[in-house]
């Protein structure tokens, strides 16, 4: 037997990729500073663990609806109804076990072979992996680090067409960090108003920010209809490992997405929705204090990898890394990437892990302590002193 042929098109995630290299050097006695896993370091907020423990005690351990319990659907309206400033209803939320089935299922029920995507770039890498699975065709649009990591308007105008049949956002951004300015999606949004597309707008660090608030498209009048919202849990509540995320979209599209989730998945798990409601519906006060402790070492990581020769880095305005331009070093970004892994002890991934846009770039992921931050510095510095590095031999 053979794979299909569909699967040489779809991709991976290189942050992955490189876990497993940077865990190889810690297995041989090496110290590695990991920054490469865009993961919050804080623990679930507790009354959210509490809420999941009650829950499976209490019996959520069974099958629950495809679409997600109703009481769930309900708060999470709510939310995207206040924070957004538009009018949801449940009957427009899918729950869904974790973020990424909200780019496959409706990419899956949208497009032909053949139909064009838009997207960002360098972006999460999955928007390309799952355009190319189903073999339509991914137009890269770059995102300029001289508008702060905004579109240009005019390059993006110029890619659409009849054969686009989908744009897709993402702000705050994976992995530069920025967030596109309200002016720009509401000139996106009067381009593709009165064009057949649909618009994907990835939220999932809509609360993670460090400036004015993110812009969603769906607060543009007459684009709630047009627009998919993604959202979830996994970056704001530090609950990566519960799987749990949501989709706002026009019900029919929730109907087709409801297909696919329960030949796929049934439904997402009972108990986790239990904490998920927690979370939404409870204090607020850990996740307010992770976003300043991500600030805080924004602040000091950008400060720092600003003093190194050959650094150039943009201070971002939301998410939680740092995309500094490396081209002042003479080196690819793969290049200095693997150094850095290899040499300095320091994990880190190529800006091109995220697409060809992303040469020039690294992308450090801030999830880490201020004095890990501070050490990668420190070895970065280092190696790039023309040095030689230290062992890095792991304490015992």
Same mark, same amino acid.
């Given at each position: 037997?053979?794979?299909?042929?569909r699967?040489?098109r779809i991709?991976t995630e290189?942050?992955?990729?490189v876990?497993?290299?940077?865990? *190889?050097l810690?297995?041989?006695?090496?110290s590695?500073?990991?920054?490469?896993i865009?993961?919050?370091d804080?623990p679930t907020p507790?009354?959210?663990?509490?809420?999941g423990?009650?829950?499976?005690d209490?019996g959520w351990t069974h099958?629950?609806?495809t =679409?997600g319990?109703?009481?769930?659907?309900?708060a999470?309206? @709510?939310?995207v109804?206040t924070?957004?400033g538009?009018? +949801?209803?449940?009957g @427009?939320v899918s729950? +869904?076990p974790g973020?990424k089935?909200?780019?496959?299922?409706?990419?899956?029920?949208?497009?032909e072979p053949?139909?064009? +995507?838009i997207?960002?770039?360098p972006?999460?890498?999955?928007y390309?992996?799952v $355009?190319?699975?189903l073999?339509a065709?991914p137009v890269?649009?770059?995102? +300029?680090?001289?508008?702060?990591?905004?579109f240009?308007?005019?390059?993006l105008r110029?890619?659409l *067409?009849?054969?686009t049949k989908?744009?897709i956002?993402?702000s705050?951004q994976n992995?530069?960090?920025?967030?596109i300015?309200?002016?720009?999606i509401?000139?996106?949004?009067?381009?593709v108003?009165?064009?057949?597309?649909?618009?994907?707008?990835?939220e999932?660090?809509?609360?993670?920010?460090?400036?004015e608030?993110?812009?969603?498209?769906?607060?543009?009048p007459?684009?709630?209809?047009?627009?998919?919202?993604l959202d979830?849990f996994?970056?704001i509540y530090?609950?990566t490992?519960? /799987?749990l995320?949501?989709?706002v979209?026009p019900?029919?599209?929730v109907d087709?997405v409801?297909?696919?989730?329960v030949n796929?998945?049934?439904c997402?798990?009972?108990?986790? =929705?239990?904490a998920g409601?927690?979370?939404?519906t409870?204090? =607020?006060?850990?996740?307010e204090?992770?976003?300043?402790?991500?600030?805080?070492?924004?602040?000091?990581f950008?400060a720092?990898?600003?003093?190194?020769?050959?650094?150039?880095?943009?201070?971002p @305005?939301g998410?939680?890394?740092a995309?500094? *331009?490396i081209r002042?070093?003479g080196?690819?970004?793969?290049?200095?990437?693997?150094a850095l892994?290899?040499?300095?002890g320091v994990?880190?991934?190529?800006g091109?892990?995220f697409?060809e846009y992303?040469e020039?770039y690294?992308?450090?992921?801030y999830? *880490?302590?201020?004095?890990?931050?501070?050490?990668?510095v420190? /070895? $970065?510095?280092?190696?790039?002193?023309?040095?030689k590095?230290?062992?890095?031999?792991?304490?015992?």
């Amino acid at each position: 037997m053979k794979l299909a042929g569909r699967m040489s098109r779809i991709g991976t995630e290189t942050a992955f990729e490189v876990l497993v290299r940077a865990r *190889n050097l810690e297995a041989q006695g090496r110290s590695i500073v990991h920054l490469e896993i865009g993961e919050p370091d804080f623990p679930t907020p507790a009354h959210v663990i509490a809420a999941g423990k009650k829950a499976l005690d209490d019996g959520w351990t069974h099958y629950g609806p495809t =679409q997600g319990y109703p009481e769930f659907r309900e708060a999470i309206a @709510q939310h995207v109804s206040t924070t957004r400033g538009i009018r +949801v209803g449940p009957g @427009q939320v899918s729950v +869904v076990p974790g973020g990424k089935p909200i780019l496959f299922f409706p990419m899956l029920a949208l497009l032909e072979p053949g139909d064009e +995507v838009i997207y960002p770039n360098p972006g999460f890498p999955i928007y390309e992996s799952v $355009i190319r699975f189903l073999g339509a065709t991914p137009v890269p649009v770059p995102l +300029v680090e001289e508008k702060a990591f905004s579109f240009d308007l005019d390059l993006l105008r110029s890619k659409l *067409n009849d054969r686009t049949k989908l744009i897709i956002l993402n702000s705050p951004q994976n992995p530069t960090g920025g967030v596109i300015p309200r002016r720009d999606i509401e000139a996106v949004a009067e381009m593709v108003r009165d064009r057949d597309l649909m618009v994907l707008s990835d939220e999932i660090y809509s609360r993670i920010y460090y400036g004015e608030p993110p812009f969603s498209i769906a607060s543009v009048p007459g684009m709630l209809e047009k627009t998919i919202v993604l959202d979830g849990f996994s970056k704001i509540y530090a609950m990566t490992g519960w /799987r749990l995320g949501y989709g706002v979209m026009p019900e029919w599209l929730v109907d087709a997405v409801s297909k696919l989730m329960v030949n796929s998945n049934s439904c997402t798990a009972s108990f986790t =929705q239990r904490a998920g409601m927690a979370a939404l519906t409870g204090p =607020q006060e850990e996740s307010e204090k992770m976003v300043a402790e991500f600030r805080r070492r924004r602040d000091a990581f950008c400060a720092g990898l600003n003093k190194l020769p050959g650094f150039c880095c943009a201070f971002p @305005q939301g998410a939680f890394y740092a995309f500094p *331009n490396i081209r002042g070093t003479g080196l690819s970004a793969k290049a200095l990437a693997d150094a850095l892994l290899e040499e300095a002890g320091v994990a880190c991934l190529s800006g091109t892990s995220f697409g060809e846009y992303g040469e020039g770039y690294l992308r450090f992921s801030y999830a *880490n302590s201020l004095e890990n931050l501070t050490e990668a510095v420190r /070895r $970065i510095g280092n190696w790039l002193e023309g040095r030689k590095a230290p062992a890095f031999i792991a304490s015992t």
